[in-house]
């Protein structure tokens, strides 16, 4: 059978530093039926001095000004031809060179992949496993106590995918997701590592405001009552895991 093509949409803007990490992992893929996406936001660091270096892997090139993250990432949606799309942006990574093959492999034909991720910092020591356990089973509830399944690591099939809410600077990705699993009939468990998320982006450095989106989206989705108390539990589930932690790491 035709592998399914995968759009992998890449958005950067000024990360000349971690580019280039993002860039590799994709170019490294043993999996052919690859289209890859970046979208820059008129860098001037040297960033696109990078991407030239992975020319060759780039199916299309976008580099002008942006109306935020998620613009920039409706461009690359809108742009997106294949059968599944994954948001890979700059400074993470696929988890090896085989993660595609992994996830691929199979027939389930199903509407969303997902899988595991670690983190990573910016010298690229891996940190561990994310706070928020992927679940076992994934439907459009499962965020209800927190994202626990990063966006690097769910592939979610095209016709699912609508463009983002750009109402929210930080969190649109958790509505967005939260919306196509709504709509899916079929969601698979990779039960591998498809991901390196990079810690310390945006909606770390803007914490309280991502926090509050949020808090919108789950009550929209979840119920405002209902949210609350899923709230209670959030926060008596973070405090245990300082206690025995001793840290903060998503």
């Not at 039926?33 to 992975?54: F, M």
């Not at 400074?91 to 093959?101: K, M, P, Q, R, V």
Request: glycine share 6%; aromatic share 10%; net charge neutral.
């Amino acid at each position: 059978m035709t592998k399914p093509k995968i759009s992998i949409i890449t958005v950067v803007f000024n990360n000349v530093r971690d580019i280039g990490y993002t860039l590799r992992s994709v170019a490294d893929q043993t999996y052919t039926s690859v289209e890859y996406i970046v979208i820059d936001g008129l860098s001037t660091d040297g960033t696109l001095d990078v991407i030239e270096q992975y020319r060759s892997h780039i199916d299309i090139l976008i580099s002008e000004k942006d109306n935020g993250i998620y613009d920039a990432m409706n461009k690359g949606l809108r742009l997106a031809t294949g059968d599944y799309v994954l948001f890979l942006n700059s400074g993470d990574e696929l988890y090896e060179s085989t993660t595609l093959e992994k996830i691929f492999s199979g027939n389930d034909h199903a509407d969303i992949y997902y899988g595991e991720t670690k983190l990573v910092d910016e010298q690229r020591n891996v940190l561990g496993d994310r706070r928020h356990k992927t679940p076992e089973v994934f439907t459009w509830k499962s965020f209800k106590y927190g994202m626990n399944v990063c966006h690097q690591a769910i592939y979610v099939r095209r016709e699912l995918a609508e463009p983002y809410d750009t109402q929210y600077q930080l969190s649109a990705d958790i509505d967005w997701v939260i919306r196509a699993a709504k709509k899916a009939r079929h969601i698979v468990n990779a039960h591998c590592y498809v991901a390196k998320y990079l810690v310390g982006g945006m909606s770390q450095q803007r914490h309280r405001q991502s926090l509050q989106e949020r808090y919108r989206i789950f009550s929209k989705y979840y119920g405002a009552i209902p949210n609350l108390i899923n709230h209670g539990v959030i926060a008596i589930r973070l405090l245990l895991y300082r206690l025995k932690h001793g840290n903060t790491k998503e």
